[in-house]
């Protein structure tokens, strides 16, 4: 059995790596309508056949369809200079921002763009919808950048600087091992940082890529993924609720499940071991700007202190409460005039993810800029979060503000019970009243909810995550 490799970077360039062997020969990247075989990525290519010459370029990649995007930036990869990728719900307003930031001269989209593209070539006519990609032989002739888009922003996007190098130093090849083959799916947007990671897991390392599609009802997706044999998948905890919420989880069969992007609660993680029995849960941490740091694989939520203090390939340290990551994983920079300040003096990223440490385990307490004030005093929602979580008939819930006069805000709890849960026998008084219990059993008094609302759903954003609002 051949050793595990320590790093991917052996390879140049995504289309260099496919054409070294990367890809199994019958691995594929499938889309709601379509599938790319390993044997198209080497027969012919639509980006090439527009007459436009890409090598050195900056690109922006602006697709509606993530196969269009997914295999655009396996070909762009060491051709381009630069590869500009834009998430789906991207502000029109934002792009001329955008590509004047990045000195976008290229773009790529099948959608019409003539306004913002000015005299930049446009790839694709707003008609095309299908793309065959090719990988060209011979070694990369530039050391691709990409630049990735933020998200969950009011004003203009931050664009983070990364290489392929930093993209995809957490991704190791596994041993070869007999057995069905690793196919990948993710519930994620492959323009996010967080769906990139699982397309560059699957290219590098020789699997198959199933994608989603936000317009898919998730019985659909389910289904066609396990029609594919999907083996490893991945998306937030919201996303993960959502699918256990549905009456279709056990459509798949996963042995690998990676949640990421949320705080990963006891009550999710405890869930999917519930539905998913023989499935290895993992919860990861990663941002667009610190790279992926580390990986949780004993089913319990928080981490060791251990992760913290021995680990070999990324430094962290917490300082201020906030974790604060250092390692050839992070984005260099971001980039434009005036642009914010990406790493401290030290060099490291402060994520401005907060922890507290209980019984030799660190715990995400929240975002720094996620704290809510209550007659003076802070609150991380995602603490009440959690304790509500842990009721047994709770699937998810959101903790807001409501304002007040007195102290200016009171703590409100919007929650989404499990089917079944709300019956003639239990009122929804009686299940209110249990949950502010279980608050008050582990919550100081400035914490405990004035008002549980019941709803039928949490909104989530475009990248995943649930959507948080004062009010």
């Known amino acids: 059995m051949k050793k595990q490799q320590s790093s991917l970077n052996k390879w140049a360039s995504l289309r260099h790596a496919l054409s070294t062997g990367g890809g199994a020969p019958d691995c594929f990247l499938a889309g709601p309508e379509t599938t790319i075989t390993q044997s198209d990525f080497v027969s ?46 991207i502000s029109l307003e934002h792009l001329p921002y955008v590509m004047d930031t990045a000195a976008v001269d290229v773009i790529v989209s099948d959608r019409a763009m003539h306004n913002f593209g000015g005299k930049r070539p446009l790839i694709f006519s707003p008609c095309s919808r ?123 069969e996963p042995e690998y499940i990676r949640l990421s992007g949320e705080i990963a609660d006891q009550a999710i993680l405890n869930s999917l071991r519930a539905v998913y029995p023989h499935a290895r849960i993992v919860h990861a941490f990663a941002s667009t700007e610190a790279g992926v740091a580390f990986e949780v694989t004993d089913g ?107 102290t200016g805000a009171l703590v409100v709890a919007d929650v989404v019970l499990q089917h079944g849960s709300q019956n003639p026998k239990r009122n929804r008084r009686e299940m209110q009243d249990d949950i502010l219990m279980l608050c008050r059993e582990s919550l100081s008094s400035y914490k405990i909810p004035a008002a549980i609302n019941f709803i039928s759903d949490l909104s989530v954003s475009e990248s995943g995550k649930v959507l948080r609002r004062n009010a």
């Open 44 to 89: 012919g290519s639509a980006l090439f056949d527009r007459g436009v010459e890409l090598s050195g370029r900056c690109v922006l990649v602006a697709t509606t369809s993530q196969l269009i995007a997914a295999s655009a930036l396996i070909e762009l990869d060491g051709l381009a200079h630069r590869i500009v990728v834009c998430p789906p719900d």
């Open 130 to 252: 299908t793309i065959v990609p090719r990988v060209i032989s011979g070694s990369s002739r530039h050391k691709t950048e990409w630049i990735l888009l933020t998200s969950g922003t009011t004003g203009a996007p931050k664009l983070v600087v990364h290489t392929l190098e930093s993209l995809a130093g957490a991704i190791v090849k596994p041993a070869e091992q007999p057995g069905k083959p690793v196919v990948w799916s993710t519930f994620y947007d492959v323009r996010r940082y967080g769906g990139l990671q699982i397309l560059l897991r699957a290219v590098l390392t020789g699997a198959s890529l199933v994608l989603s599609d936000a317009r898919e009802p998730i019985q659909t997706f389910l289904a066609r993924a396990a029609a594919h044999g999907v083996t490893h998948i991945s998306g937030t905890p919201s996303h993960w609720r959502r699918v256990l919420m549905s009456s279709c989880a056990q459509l798949i």
């Open 300 to 406: 319990l939520a928080g981490f060791p202190t251990s992760i913290v203090e021995q680990s070999k390939s990324v430094e962290m340290k917490v300082e201020d409460g906030s974790l604060r990551i250092r390692s050839n994983r992070n984005a260099s920079c971001y980039l434009g005039q005036g642009a914010p300040q990406l790493k401290a003096s030290d060099g490291f990223i402060d994520t401005g993810d907060m922890l507290e440490l209980r019984n030799g385990r660190y715990y995400f307490s929240g975002r720094r800029d996620g704290v809510i004030n209550i007659g003076g005093l802070k609150v991380h929602p995602e603490e009440i979060e959690s304790v509500i979580n842990r009721h047994p008939a709770v699937w998810a819930s959101l903790v807001r503000t409501k304002k007040n006069p007195i």
